[in-house]
């Protein structure tokens, strides 16, 4: 930021990762914004057309002071002690303290994609959103408390969105389909039961198996699905707040077969809070039964189901309990990428030699990076910047900048701990992630979310 001028290009940046944590980004943009632009962005733009005379700072802080989710860095000073995160200090008057996220309360309306080219991620997927944020509350997952509180489209919204879907383009992905009321599903289900399309989707819940979509999914000839047990026992899901029993994920994996699925794929995570060799064990006993389950049926098609594993190393996030937790259960980088190693390894080899099984797992040193870029903060700016420009490895470049991964990748605290993303405001009781920290490492499951009658985490309001 020291060497952008008046004449610079006005940078604005947003996304889902800088709404859990915006400061490793920070040094890099004019304007951040954080949540869902959506309800701001006419706003914005129109304040930016009538402010292009303004001096640029002048600029930023009246958007600051006027739209929510308007984060303009170079006016917050983000204070150290001893090399620990303080607070940030706002550095024009009448700034807010935090950052208030811009959030769609009211919104009925289903995005899709509007762009499709040979260019693009998904060149020949049609994407469809059925909703914003989960109520399940598992503690692992950012989505689950930076989207609160989560809201479900309509299915009017979404077969609305669906009926863009330009000439031509025959296949569709649903986004959050596992998040779906079961009754909106089904009538989504029912009526692309009529198209000639395939779905394609990221994971389904296994408790959330209807016969519609199955149903469907037969009918769109899908020959691969995926569930997400997440912890690899059922102690761990009781942690992690799944809820999702042994019998439950059996039923499923056969229900899925049954419907004509051939390549089943299973996602776990290892380095769980409280996490043991036992518990690695368990998954593997899992996947052991859940083969057991589902040969027969292949074998009576003439085909066998395929069990694709996809095993990865947990990641703490910021907005989530598990915020408080260090990577690896390790306070040293070594040992932590040591122990995921060797987990993921006591995982390969307690599979070793069974028949149409496939292990995909993750480098422990990769996700080392993501929990150090997770939990960062402006000091890793000229680290990523080094990285860049001198194609730097991420300890080297850390190293001669007098950091080391312990600082972010070991970074732990409790109810009272400044945390450099705790400049952003997303509604949530100061003290909530810390209770159901402390609730999770005694094994203690939270009900969903309701916001109609609920107020635990501070989000939904009278």
């Not at 610079?8 to 943009?29: K, M, Q, R, W």
């Not at 802080?61 to 000073?77: D, I, K, M, S």
């Not at 995160?85 to 700034?95: D, F, I, S, T």
């Not at 997770?374 to 000091?379: L, N, S, T, V």
């Amino acid at each position: 930021q020291a060497a952008i001028s008046a004449v610079s290009p006005l940078v604005v940046i947003g996304g889902v990762a800088l709404s859990v944590n915006p400061e490793t980004a920070a040094p890099f943009a004019d304007l951040l914004v954080i949540g869902e632009v959506e309800t701001i962005f006419s706003q914005l733009i129109q304040m930016l057309r009538d402010g292009m005379r303004q001096p640029r700072l002048e600029l930023l802080a009246a958007l600051c002071r006027v739209l929510p989710g308007c984060y303009p860095p170079a006016l917050y000073e983000a204070v150290y002690e001893d090399g620990r995160y303080q607070g940030h200090r706002a550095l024009a008057a009448k700034l807010p303290a935090r950052i208030r996220r811009a959030v769609a309360e009211d919104r009925d309306e289903a995005g899709f994609s509007r762009l499709l080219t040979p260019h693009c991620e998904f060149p020949d997927l049609f994407l469809v959103e059925m909703g914003r944020g989960c109520s399940r509350a598992c503690r692992f997952c950012a989505a689950g408390f930076v989207y609160r509180p989560s809201r479900r489209w309509s299915a009017a919204a979404i077969l609305a969105a669906l009926a863009a879907r330009p000439v031509g383009i025959d296949r569709i992905g649903l986004l959050g389909m596992e998040m779906t009321p079961p009754e909106t599903l089904d009538r989504v289900t029912r009526a692309l039961a009529g198209e000639d399309c395939a779905l394609s989707f990221s994971s389904l819940r296994a408790d959330a198996l209807s016969d519609t979509l199955l149903q469907t999914l037969a009918a769109s000839h899908l020959k691969s699905a995926a569930i997400a047990p997440d912890g690899c026992s059922q102690r761990l899901r009781q942690v992690i707040n799944k809820g999702l029993s042994e019998e439950v994920l059996l039923a499923a994996a056969e229900r899925l077969c049954d419907a004509g699925i051939v390549r089943l794929k299973l996602y776990f995570m290892i380095g769980l809070p409280t996490e043991t060799d036992a518990d690695i064990l368990e998954a593997v006993d899992l996947v052991a039964k859940i083969k057991a389950r589902i040969d027969p049926i292949g074998q009576a098609r003439g085909r066998i189901c395929d069990i694709s594993l996809s095993v990865n190393c947990f990641v703490p996030k910021p907005w989530t309990p598990f915020q408080y937790h260090i990577f690896g259960g390790e306070h040293e980088a070594k040992a932590a990428v040591a122990t995921c190693r060797r987990r993921l390894n006591l995982f390969r080899r307690g599979l070793r030699g069974v028949a149409n099984l496939s292990f995909h797992d993750d480098k422990p040193e990769n996700a080392l990076w993501q929990a150090v870029l997770a939990k960062g903060d402006r000091r890793l700016a000229p680290v990523l910047l080094d990285m860049a420009r001198c194609r730097r490895p991420f300890r080297q470049a850390m190293k001669s900048h007098g950091l080391a991964p312990e600082n972010y990748a070991a970074l732990t605290g409790d109810a009272e701990t400044a945390f450099p993303w705790l400049i952003l405001d997303h509604g949530l009781n100061g003290d909530y992630l810390w209770r159901e920290y402390s609730r999770a490492l005694a094994g203690l499951p939270t009900a969903p979310c309701q916001p109609q009658s609920c107020r635990r985490c501070g989000v939904c309001h009278d």
